[in-house]
């Protein structure tokens, strides 16, 4: 079976929505899952947290010429466990030590620990779900619909 958001096979699209929401966490929330997690493997770098920029892109009307919208700054990490599994991490900013913490918890969920990696991420879940929410019931609550009515002959 496959995601209808991705068309990933469901591992690729599980590790796809990890990492999402290690993405969308503070530093803070990232901390307390791998405090969660208690005794882990040491972390060592691939590559150390690093910052650099990346294009964004745009399109007018969604399906127009695409153009050169602007820059943003991203920071990558990667880590190799102690056991040979390795993790990545990428975000919007330039905090390095976010990068490494979920460029670990990414390292980890790919093992045994996956349930205690999903259990100590969920709060992050259900905050960006609470959200997520939020911002919809605040969009409905000014949508308007439009009808044609169709009027009679005089």
């Not at 990933?8 to 929401?21: F, G, H, V, W």
């Not at 102690?82 to 093992?111: E, V």
């Not at 999903?118 to 000014?142: C, F, H, I, Y």
Request: a positive charge; zero cysteines.
């Amino acid at each position: 079976m496959r995601s209808a958001a991705t068309n990933a096979p469901p591992e690729i699209a599980a590790r796809q929505s990890l990492m999402a929401a290690l993405s969308a966490a503070s530093s803070a929330e990232l901390d307390a899952a791998l405090a969660r997690l208690g005794d882990i493997p040491a972390a060592t770098d691939i590559r150390p947290a690093e910052s650099g920029l990346v294009m964004l892109r745009g399109r007018a009307g969604g399906d127009g010429r695409a153009f050169n919208l602007g820059e943003a700054t991203v920071t990558r990490a990667a880590i190799r466990l102690a056991d040979g599994r390795t993790g990545f991490a990428y975000h919007l900013g330039r905090d390095g030590r976010k990068a490494r913490l979920a460029a670990t918890l990414d390292g980890l969920w790919q093992g045994e620990e996956r349930p205690r990696v999903e259990a100590a991420v969920s709060s992050v879940r259900d905050r960006l779900a609470a959200a997520a929410e939020t911002k919809a019931r605040r969009v409905a609550a000014t949508r308007v619909d439009f009808f044609t009515m169709v009027r009679g002959e005089d």
